[in-house]
């Protein structure tokens, strides 16, 4: 599969053309962060997984640390395989190995080593493979990684998630254990990358911007667009009136930009999610 199909050139560019200004040259310590909601694959989708796989990792390739959500084992096997550059960790929902969606998180192995990496299932035995949170459906977990950045020695710690789609109660719940995950934290920066099933204002954000995280898309210098939704379904013209629920929260650092993108396969989305991207100076 052709790696970054799209990059940082596509990036600057759009930047460039919605400020206004001349090609802006990228921090030297500057990385790039996604996280995108990639849909399972499910046969009766408009747009198979078969057809908008490479999309879907051409549109990601470049960047550093990348969190996925919905995606089914054979569907990380897919994206290892298109991002040989990179590193992952990232279990199954339903049984901690292999069994149901899995949040993995992928990072560049030239830049970062792994330090530890573990999963939390968002419920009251945290450490309990397939336990389901209070009033939720489904077992949700947190792919947890810290990563040492050898370009400027700092640790991050980063936090992939997918909350409940049904519950209030279940999200406000996992965002409660998770706010705690990031006050005991020791690292020089944290990420929240996730589909949070919630919008800005929603309990469960202000419980994770209570903690001292940022919303990046608020954060940000520039952004391609604001106040854009991210749940789209796969057709196009989804994008009016869509929630943003696809976050990316930090604390260190500074989101130089943020973006989000649309990728179309014939006259759908490349997933029912658009991807959520910043440039982070550590």
């Not at 460039?16 to 790039?32: F, K, N, R, V």
């Not at 792994?114 to 949700?140: I, Q």
């Not at 789609?165 to 929240?192: K, N, P």
Request: charged fraction near 20%; glycine fraction near 10%.
């Amino acid at each position: 599969m052709k790696q970054g199909a799209l990059g940082w050139g596509w990036i600057w560019a759009l930047w460039a053309c919605t400020s206004g200004a001349g090609l802006l040259a990228q921090h030297p310590d500057e990385m790039a962060v996604v996280t995108f909601n990639i849909r399972y694959d499910e046969p009766g989708d408009p747009l198979t997984w078969e057809q908008r796989k490479d999309k879907v990792v051409g549109s990601v390739g470049y960047f550093d640390i990348l969190g996925f959500q919905e995606a089914l084992s054979h569907q990380v096997d897919d994206l290892a395989a298109g991002l040989p550059e990179h590193d992952h960790y990232g279990v199954g929902r339903d049984d901690g190995k292999s069994g149901g969606e899995h949040c993995p998180i992928f990072w560049r192995r030239s830049r970062f080593d792994l330090l530890h990496s573990e999963t939390k299932w968002l419920s009251t035995e945290p450490d309990v493979p397939g336990s389901v949170g209070l009033d939720a459906a489904l077992p949700r977990i947190a792919t947890i990684v810290s990563l040492h950045d050898r370009k400027t020695g700092k640790v991050i710690r980063v936090v992939n998630t997918h909350f409940s789609h049904v519950s209030d109660q279940a999200r406000e719940f996992a965002a409660r254990m998770l706010a705690l995950q990031f006050t005991m934290s020791s690292a020089d920066i944290d990420l929240l990358l996730g589909d949070l099933n919630a919008e800005p204002g929603s309990p469960p954000l202000e419980v994770l911007t209570g903690c001292g995280l940022k919303d990046a898309h608020d954060a940000a210098s520039k952004r391609c667009r604001k106040n854009i939704g991210t749940y789209t379904g796969f057709a196009t013209g989804g994008l009016r009136g869509a929630p943003r629920i696809d976050h990316i929260l930090f604390r260190g650092g500074s989101v130089p930009w943020f973006c989000t993108e649309e990728q179309i396969v014939g006259s759908y989305y490349i997933s029912d999610h658009l991807p959520v991207y910043i440039a982070l100076i550590p």
